[in-house]
């Protein structure tokens, strides 16, 4: 077929936290790699995070690594694994200070130190007070953090591949990964990338669902890609809605700001909090916030012409502390809400916002394929699109970035031992693209649908059926049209057939991916009978450890589900037992 | 509401035009990339780039009335009743409204903008008090948009020579950073008649940049600095 082939020792997909950590590793084992973006890496989603990454450096209160763990296995509902969480938790300081090292400007305490912040779910000695850990620049760390690890890449002499976009994996007989399918976007040519190593970081998927903070390039590409290679997703029912999205944009309002002091209140100017979790108040899990929101508004306290928001209050903390603080917050707020947060509350409503699931793996970035954990060679994830599952049920704000950095760094350096390892790449297998050329030429000829009636239809779907409560009818349903969608998803037709930047064409592909991340996420929601974290059944109102305490995997051919035990044995402390999950 | 858009697409067009589009206002479109991605709807070939949708990633800098700025973020309400939209001028246009940044980011590259400190790496972070990181504000934030390097002259005529503000505010972000310790091979860098001093103080940068940056300032700052040196 005549399609241009490059050779490398590794391929990073992704140019996020975690692409571009891992590619910091790679370059510096002297291999020949190449880090793949769609964008530009600083426009990366990685760069809207705003309140933190969090680590127990103790710079404002006394703190301990074994805390923050305890912190984010009860955070996932124990549906984390404990020794992936011992990992990262463990290497969160110095994870935080080799970005420091690295020029990250976080803001600073009166001594010098990394400035930290109190954050949902995050306490000092096993739930007993709340601790500053989260460890912030402004309300742009992710801004922060993303550029700073670009410029490292820029000294580092990465060489990357922007705007080139990954269709599919190529697997070989023996199923290892041999390399990627790719599309350069400017020029539309299609290109093999034969690589010894290849990882995935592509980010989440938070557009499958109508009301999301995620950026537009959020599609799920990675778990599209695994999808069809016949790798199961992870936990894909754990999705974690965000208490406080700018209600009506989607836009989100870091916790930083309830970190600080904020609050919510509803109609009648009670700070409702207080009755759904008496200690934390504000600050506990976002699951749990969500759900009070959700229930406020449910109750008919909420505010706004259709009773449908809640207001978070920040004016009491001042102009000073909002503006040195929080000025990203001050200029959404008067973007998108037209509302000067030193005057007046922000209305909120809880908005899809972090995927806990994604492509399983194991604590070294290696990419496993069943039930029995066996690993795919020659494939990675990290990052958002990964499930590691140091997140369980429900993520902690600001242990994201964290993971980032940790599994990013942890699987840059297996990836690098293992491509040393091997003389050359695998060949590629016959036919190898021929999968991928079947989906483009299907673009060329469809008649059915276009793009944006398909991926509406989906956001409203999801939205309707698989939100911050579920129903089962609405689930059964949900399913029932996610299916049919999924089919005819396959006959979507573009009318720009042109080469150059074609971005109907590559929303169209980004659609095969988001449908497949929506039909696994309501697959796996419909068949798990409890309410967990994040997932919250009407039906089935509690958590049941004896049946469900375990990882469901869902494999997009034929639809199956399979289940795998959650890791209770940590790397080398005690097991943390499972109690009743109260903040 | 009259929209008329800059089109190219090099796969048929042997020259570029403005296509006149009408296109009601909805009560849910709050900012002009509202507008534009319920063109796409409509005319799906309408070519852009757009990421974060809150004036964070950079994607989306475009010439609006004449004036560079983030789609995502300029509210409609802002326009009067009729919108002119073009590519950042002085970058070659790959279609309609994307422009090839190549250089623009060669530019950025070429500063050395990332943190060069020759001391062993600490145990832990190294110190530095609040004034010394307020230093950094109102440098670090930038989103390397474009905007206001597309929109400066000097960049114009000498795009391959002279840094331009975003670049060179980058310089500074690193030289104001107290744990930076190449101040002088970053000066050296700006001896020649170009690089720095090719900035005439035109201002059009601080006037387009969407985070309230003045890349001035900070070019004004590395002149004084140069100055003191000599
Ligand atoms: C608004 C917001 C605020 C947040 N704030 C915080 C916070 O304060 N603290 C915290 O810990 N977490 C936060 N999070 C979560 C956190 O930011 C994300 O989980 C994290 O940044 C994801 O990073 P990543 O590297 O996995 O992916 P991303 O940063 O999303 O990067 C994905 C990369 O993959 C590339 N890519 C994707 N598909 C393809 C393809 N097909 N071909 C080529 N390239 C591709 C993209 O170009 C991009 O470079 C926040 C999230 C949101 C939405
Ligand atoms: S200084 Fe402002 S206008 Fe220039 S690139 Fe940075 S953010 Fe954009
Ligand atoms: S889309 Fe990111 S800045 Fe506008």
Redo the contacts with the bound molecule.
């Keep these: 077929m005549g399609i241009n082939t490059i050779t490398y020792d590794a391929v990073v997909?992704?140019?996020?936290?975690?692409?571009l950590r891992a590619a910091l590793a790679l370059s510096d084992a002297g291999l020949k790699v190449a880090v793949?973006?769609?964008?530009f890496?600083t426009r990366?989603?990685?760069v809207?995070?705003?309140?933190?990454?969090a680590a127990s450096l103790g710079n404002a209160g006394e703190d301990n690594w074994l805390w923050h763990m305890y912190d984010t296995i009860k955070g996932s509902d124990y549906l984390g694994d404990q020794d992936a969480i011992e990992y990262m938790c463990k290497n969160a300081a110095a994870a935080v200070y080799e970005l420091e090292h690295f020029g990250m400007p976080f803001d600073r305490m009166a001594d010098g130190k990394i400035y930290q912040r109190p954050f949902g779910g995050m306490t000092q000695h096993f739930g007993k007070s709340t601790i500053s850990r989260t460890c912030a620049a402004a309300d742009r760390?992710?801004h922060a953090m993303l550029h700073t690890l670009y410029q490292r890449n820029i000294a580092n002499n990465t060489h990357f591949l922007i705007e080139?976009?990954?269709l599919d994996l190529i697997r070989d007989e023996e199923g290892d990964v041999v390399g990627l399918i790719v599309m350069e976007i400017e020029t539309g040519e299609i290109s093999v990338l034969n690589s010894k190593t290849t990882m995935l970081?592509?980010?989440?998927a938070?557009r499958i669902f109508q009301a999301s903070?995620?950026a537009f390039?959020?599609t799920g590409?990675?778990l599209g890609m695994v999808s069809r290679a016949n790798i199961p997703l992870e936990d894909m029912e754990f999705w974690q809605f965000h208490p406080t999205g700018v209600a009506g944009a989607g836009v989100?309002i870091?916790e930083g700001v309830r970190g600080e002091g904020g609050y919510l209140v509803n109609s009648l100017g009670e700070r409702f909090m207080q009755r759904y979790a008496p200690n934390a108040m504000d600050l506990a899990s976002r699951d749990v916030v969500s759900r009070a929101i959700a229930t406020e508004i449910k109750e008919g306290r909420g505010v706004g012409k259709n009773a449908d928001t809640v207001l978070l209050k920040l004016d009491h903390l001042g102009e000073d502390v909002i503006k040195s603080k929080l000025p990203g917050i001050r200029e959404i707020a008067k973007n998108f809400a037209n509302i000067d947060p030193i005057k007046d509350p922000i209305p909120v409503v809880p908005t899809c916002?972090?995927m806990m699931g994604g492509i399983p793996t194991n604590i070294h970035g290696q990419v496993v394929d069943n039930a029995k954990n066996r690993v795919v060679n020659g494939l990675y994830a990290v990052?958002?699109?990964a499930c590691v599952s140091v997140h369980g049920a429900n993520r902690l704000?600001?242990?994201?970035?964290?993971d980032?950095m940790v599994f990013g760094r942890a699987a840059g350096d297996h990836m690098a031992d293992y491509s040393k390892k091997l003389t050359h790449a695998k060949p590629l297998p016959v036919n190898h693209a021929e999968q991928t050329m079947t989906r483009l030429f299907r673009l060329e000829n469809g008649s059915g649908e276009s793009v944006s009636e398909v991926g509406d239809s989906m956001r409203r779907i999801m939205q309707a059926h698989c939100g911050v409560f579920r129903f089962p009818e609405l689930l059964d349903k949900g399913a029932k049209e996610i299916k049919e969608l999924a089919i005819r998803e396959n006959h979507i037709r573009i009318k720009d057939k042109n080469k150059i930047f074609n971005t109907a064409r590559i929303e169209a592909l980004e659609l095969d991916n988001l449908i497949e991340v929506a039909k696994a996420t309501m697959l796996s929601a419909q068949a798990r009978e409890e309410s967990r974290g994040a997932h919250c059944r009407e039906d089935f109102p509690e958590r049941n450890d004896e049946t469900w305490l375990k990882h469901t995997l869902f494999y997009s051919e034929g639809n199956v589900l399979d289940y795998k035990p959650v890791v209770t044995k940590p790397l080398s402390v005690e097991t943390f037992p499972l109690k009743a999950r109260v903040y | 509401m009259r929209l008329s858009i800059y089109r190219f697409n090099p796969d048929i067009d042997k020259d570029p035009y403005m296509q006149d589009f009408e296109i009601d206002v909805l009560p849910e479109d709050h900012m002009l990339l509202d507008l534009l991605l319920r063109l796409k709807v409509q005319d799906e070939t309408l070519t852009m780039r757009k990421s974060c949708r809150e004036g964070v990633c950079g994607s989306d800098a475009m010439n609006i009335n004449g004036k560079n700025g983030l789609a995502c973020i300029t509210k409609i309400s802002s326009l009067g009743d009729s919108i002119v939209l073009r590519p950042l001028p002085g970058l070659p246009v790959i279609r309609d409204l994307v422009v090839d940044m190549t250089q623009f980011f060669k530019n950025y590259h070429s500063v050395k903008p990332y943190l060069i400190n020759h001391d062993p790496v600490p145990e832990k972070e190294r110190l530095q008090s609040p004034e010394q990181r307020a230093e950094l504000d109102g440098l670090y934030e930038c989103i390397l948009c474009g905007a206001c390097t597309t929109s400066c002259p000097s960049f114009w005529w000498n795009p391959d020579k002279f840094v331009g503000p975003a670049g060179l505010l980058q310089s500074y972000r690193f030289i104001a950073d107290s744990r930076d310790q190449a101040l002088q091979e970053r000066l050296d860098d700006f001896e020649d008649p170009y690089r720095l001093y090719r900035c005439h103080n035109i201002m059009n940068c601080v006037d387009v940049c969407p985070k309230g940056l003045s890349p001035s300032k900070a070019i004004g700052k590395i002149k004084e600095l140069k100055l003191k040196r000599m």
């Excluded at chain 1, 793949?36 to 964008?39: D, L, T």
């Excluded at chain 1, 970081?201 to 989440?204: E, I, L, N, R, V």
């Design positions: 997909v992704g140019g996020g936290g975690a692409g793949i973006s769609k964008v890496p990366s989603h990685t809207a995070a705003q309140g933190g990454i760390t992710g080139w976009f990954a970081a592509t980010g989440g938070g903070t995620n390039i959020n590409d990675g989100l870091s916002h972090y990052g958002e699109c704000g600001s242990n994201s970035l964290l980032l």
